[in-house]
């Protein structure tokens, strides 16, 4: 297991404050649910867009808008690992090291950034621009080995590409996502859309490749269809008429 290891401090005097203006917005995400609490979770999101990370301030926002304690919000905070507990490089690398990644080169492929940058498990490099996690799953086993950028997709990954990957996003020229939006976000940005507030890129390119669609592509050259509906529905008839008016 790859254990979080020390790193140097932090200068968090650079860290942006909370504004009123976060306030406000985190009261327009509290108003979308019909039990304040619900909205836990999208709000450290927020924070995250504002502070990269899950700062005591941010936690005391959350606690004081949603009456909750303050140990509520960090046990929440300190259980989901999208969450972070130090500021998160601009562009968040995550490397899948679960089973079918791992066999076709994931854990090669995270060893080679570790190296590379001279950052670990969780670890931000020193200049703030790449910081590197080891993933369990990104959810994409058919492109394996797989990273994620900010929780944009590069499919088919090596340990040379992940490289170059990280190199031109350190530039600050980082290429496409292979699938999805036409230019990869920033941290912050992408956390912003986690939070409940759209960017506009969600229908930008495409979510699934030839290798996802292979089973349905087959099913139609056999003629083969899902049973109906208890209704008589037809499994993606709705879907597929919307498509057609469009």
Not at 12 to 22: A, F, K, R
Not at 50 to 63: A, E, F, K, N, T
């Amino acid at each position: 297991m790859d254990l979080e290891m020390p790193q140097a401090p932090v200068d968090y005097s650079t860290i942006p404050p909370l504004t009123e203006q976060t306030r406000l917005e985190a009261r327009e995400i509290i108003a979308r649910y019909p039990k304040a609490r619900s909205a836990l979770l999208p709000m450290l999101h927020l924070v995250q867009s504002v502070q990269g990370y899950v700062s005591p301030d941010g936690i005391r926002l959350c606690s004081e808008e949603l009456g909750l304690t303050k140990a509520e919000v960090g046990a929440v905070a300190t259980f989901y690992t999208m969450y972070r507990r130090r500021p998160a490089g601009t562009y968040h690398v995550g490397v899948c090291t679960n089973t079918l990644c791992a066999v076709l080169g994931g854990d090669a492929i995270f060893s080679s950034l570790k190296d590379h940058l001279g950052i670990g498990h969780n670890e931000t490099t020193a200049d703030g621009t790449v910081s590197l996690e080891h993933l369990e799953c990104n959810a994409a086993c058919d492109f394996a080995p797989v990273v994620m950028v900010n929780w944009e997709f590069y499919d088919n990954q090596t340990p040379s590409s992940a490289r170059d990957l990280v190199d031109a996003a350190r530039a600050g020229n980082p290429p496409a996502p292979t699938r999805g939006p036409s230019r990869l976000c920033t941290f912050k940005q992408a956390e912003r859309v986690l939070a409940g507030f759209p960017d506009g890129l969600a229908n930008e390119g495409p979510a699934a490749g030839p290798a996802s669609l292979a089973g349905l592509e087959l099913a139609r050259e056999r003629g083969e269809t899902a049973p109906p509906f208890p209704d008589g529905t037809v499994p993606g008839a709705v879907v597929q008429q919307q498509k057609d008016e469009a």
